[in-house]
């Protein structure tokens, strides 16, 4: 099975920063796609961003130009650097793999969330 830890999520003042963290752990041969989703109160779950194992990025037309999204494939992590937030980026953040390759076969994964909260 596949474990995934993420971290970084907090308070932060509007248009300040903060770097989620996305480390996955298990017998993993390769990952196909990582990625961040959020879900604020009342609202559906969106896709943020999203990275390809070649790198290519989507974004959500909300977050382009403001958030970056990384990722590290000897450590297993994916990264979301969050700038200029702004309350309406308040919600839980998720982490999510798509097409984890490991002895059991092919799967998606996500994580439990970290919450991030923009206010004054």
């Known amino acids: 099975q596949v474990q995934l830890v993420e971290s970084g999520g907090g308070l932060v003042q509007p248009g300040g920063s903060l770097r989620l963290s996305c480390a996955a752990s298990g017998t993993i041969f390769s990952i196909n796609t990582m990625g961040w989703y959020r879900q604020a109160p009342g609202k559906e779950r969106e896709l943020v961003a999203r990275i390809t194992g070649g790198g290519s990025t989507n974004y959500a037309d909300s977050v382009k130009g403001r958030f970056t999204i990384s990722r590290d494939n000897a450590k297993v992590t994916v990264y979301l650097q969050m700038n200029s937030l702004t309350p309406e980026d308040t919600a839980v953040y998720y982490c999510?793999?798509?097409?984890?390759?490991?002895?059991?076969?092919?799967?998606?994964?996500w994580g439990k969330g970290t919450l991030v909260t923009v206010s004054s």
């Open positions: 999510r793999l798509e097409r984890v390759i490991g002895p059991w076969g092919d799967m998606d994964y």
